[in-house]
């Protein structure tokens, strides 16, 4: 660890303070921010899993089940389960990927999209409480640590 790194990193000792630990704070803002789209989502078709189905296919409109995975910090038998019973209900299809047959994509239905933009735009206030009183550099700065954490945690074979 270089000197330059040493200064940034918080201060570590014997007397830990939870309130001071970075995830605390991350898994605490999780909690908070699940428990209010659960809320959100009671009265519609989704649960959480299948919001994340829908806002990965809403920003990339195809994925494979392994992406939707991977976005969505699912393990991929328990997200092939997700997106069989989505297409049961009518909100995506699979499709084979053209060239590559053995690998599954996913897209959505007309159904899929208006439920998306149902949730999302209930969302959206969630969004703006989390997020109030920051500005769009606070927000960006935000979204980058977090993007190196997550980096930084990734295993070797990601």
Same mark, same amino acid.
């Given at each position: 660890?270089?000197?330059?790194? +040493?200064?940034?990193?918080?201060?570590?000792?014997?007397?830990?303070?939870?309130?001071?630990?970075?995830?605390? #704070?991350?898994?605490?803002?999780? /909690?908070?921010?699940?428990?209010?789209?659960?809320?959100?989502?009671?009265?519609?078709? &989704?649960?959480?899993?299948?919001?994340?189905?829908?806002?990965?296919?809403?920003?990339?409109?195809?994925?494979?089940?392994? $992406?939707?995975?991977?976005?969505?910090?699912?393990?991929?038998?328990?997200?092939?389960?997700?997106?069989?019973?989505?297409?049961? +209900?009518?909100?995506?299809?699979?499709?084979?990927?053209? /060239?590559?047959?053995?690998?599954? $994509?996913?897209?959505?239905?007309?159904?899929?999209?208006?439920?998306?933009? $149902?949730? #999302?735009?209930?969302? +959206?206030?969630?969004?703006?409480?989390?997020?109030? /009183?920051?500005?769009?550099?606070?927000?960006?700065?935000?979204?980058?640590? &977090?993007?190196?954490?997550?980096?930084?945690?990734?295993?070797? /074979?990601?």
């Amino acid at each position: 660890m270089t000197a330059k790194h +040493d200064k940034k990193a918080p201060a570590r000792n014997e007397r830990f303070n939870y309130r001071s630990w970075p995830f605390y #704070w991350i898994a605490r803002a999780s /909690g908070r921010y699940r428990g209010r789209m659960e809320e959100m989502l009671r009265d519609t078709a &989704l649960d959480m899993p299948r919001w994340r189905v829908l806002m990965t296919l809403h920003q990339d409109r195809v994925a494979s089940v392994s $992406e939707i995975a991977a976005h969505s910090s699912e393990k991929l038998p328990t997200m092939t389960r997700i997106i069989q019973r989505m297409e049961a +209900d009518g909100l995506v299809r699979r499709r084979p990927r053209p /060239g590559r047959e053995h690998v599954m $994509e996913v897209v959505l239905t007309d159904a899929g999209e208006l439920a998306g933009n $149902e949730a #999302w735009a209930r969302a +959206d206030s969630i969004y703006g409480q989390a997020f109030a /009183g920051m500005t769009d550099a606070e927000l960006e700065q935000l979204t980058g640590l &977090l993007q190196r954490v997550a980096e930084n945690l990734k295993a070797s /074979g990601e």
